[in-house]
């Protein structure tokens, strides 16, 4: 089990984003008037650090996750991270609603043998209540949640080389989910009652997850990301990757990328957007998605707001996490306008100081 890294906490925690192209890190507090930003950073990871969200090097994540600690506090020691990909499993499955912790849990580990396709002792398991099954009241709905132990403790050792104490280890979509409360006021009044979908667009992989009336009820990752849109660059103007990075970020481009670059990553976003719609409402038996948020560290392509709510008819907008907090003094506004929207995996994580989530 790994129950130890999702209990509540009252001391303020460090959410840590550990991708493929870099690590983002967040800082949040409270006060009387609601949440407060105090930091955050980004740091650049080295090229193969992190193959399909695997890490292969620790020393040289732990050692990018410590220059985001310099850069973000030195005096907060513990930390939340995430897994995700195909190695991350989460099921609803029903239990008497009148066992005891001890004995849900000894029930959930007979359950979890025929239902993860995995040793069991290869994996971490939790689990948690959610509410009492509609269909049949004697029956409690129990999310459970699985991680293989090496995804989960090599996310722990790169911490710890960074001196951090790893307090979580979440599951990328549900940090997501918990961020979208903090981007709903984007959105008009209704959206809480909604269909919301979930667009956080990373490097190579997308996860597309949807929130209805507040509630986390799907996800999946779909084999797409902003280093298409990257390599696109690197091909049409000979510039290296890290130019070109630099380029899509700044959007000091040549006039005709428009045509030559831009234009297909809208049309193949377009497409990846309308397919992963179609799969959720097919499988949930939901009839449409109302909103989407679109997060990410390429959510501030040129266009794609427009473009989404034109070609699929369902009002986007760009997530900033951010918006409705305190923003901490040593914060440049202006830099976190521009890019506010590739935190919300960080955010959703900075969020388990405050808040109980699903795993």
């Known amino acids: 089990m790994f129950s130890r890294f999702f209990k509540k906490n009252t001391s303020l925690i460090v959410g840590i984003d550990i991708g493929s192209h870099s690590v983002k890190a967040v800082l949040i507090s409270q006060d009387d008037n609601g949440y407060v930003l105090e930091a955050l950073a980004t740091e650049a990871m080295p090229r193969g650090a992190i193959i399909d969200r695997e890490i292969q090097d620790i020393d040289v994540v732990g050692k990018v996750v410590a220059k985001v600690r310099k850069k973000i506090t030195s005096t907060v020691n513990l930390a939340a991270a995430a897994v995700s990909g195909q190695t991350v499993i989460t099921k609803v499955i029903y239990m008497d609603v009148n066992l005891s912790e001890h004995e849900l849990a000894s029930q959930i580990e007979i359950e979890a043998d025929s239902l993860i396709p995995y040793p069991l002792d290869e994996v971490r398991l939790d689990f948690e209540k959610l509410d009492i099954n509609e269909s049949d009241p004697s029956k409690v709905n129990v999310l459970l949640s699985a991680a293989r132990t090496e995804s989960v403790e090599a996310r722990v050792a790169a911490l710890e080389v960074a001196g951090f104490q790893t307090k979580v280890v979440d599951v990328e979509s549900y940090a997501v989910s918990r961020a979208y409360d903090l981007s709903l006021s984007q ?11 979930i667009v956080d667009v990373g490097a190579v992989m997308t996860l597309f997850s949807v929130t209805d009336s507040g509630k986390h009820i799907y996800s999946r990752d779909q084999l797409f990301g902003g280093e298409q849109y990257t390599r696109s660059i690197v091909s049409y103007y000979n510039q290296t990757f890290e130019e070109a990075e630099h380029a899509k970020i700044t959007n000091d481009l040549p006039p005709n990328y428009t045509f030559e670059v831009l234009g297909p990553f809208h049309t193949i976003f377009t497409q990846q957007i309308r397919r992963a719609v179609q799969m959720f409402l097919t499988s949930s038996g939901k009839v449409k998605v109302d909103y989407i948020i679109v997060s990410g560290g390429s959510a501030n392509v040129e266009g ?3 473009l989404l709510t034109e070609e699929l ?13 305190t923003i901490s003094e040593s914060i440049d506004q202006e830099v976190l306008d521009k890019t506010a929207s590739q935190y919300m995996v960080a955010a959703g994580l900075a969020l388990r100081s405050f808040v109980s989530w699903h795993l």
């Open 313 to 325: 008819g369902i009002h986007t907008i760009i997530a900033n996490p951010f918006k409705s907090m």
């Open 187 to 197: 959105l008009p009044d209704d959206a809480k009652d909604k269909t919301v979908a």
């Open 304 to 306: 794609l707001e427009a």
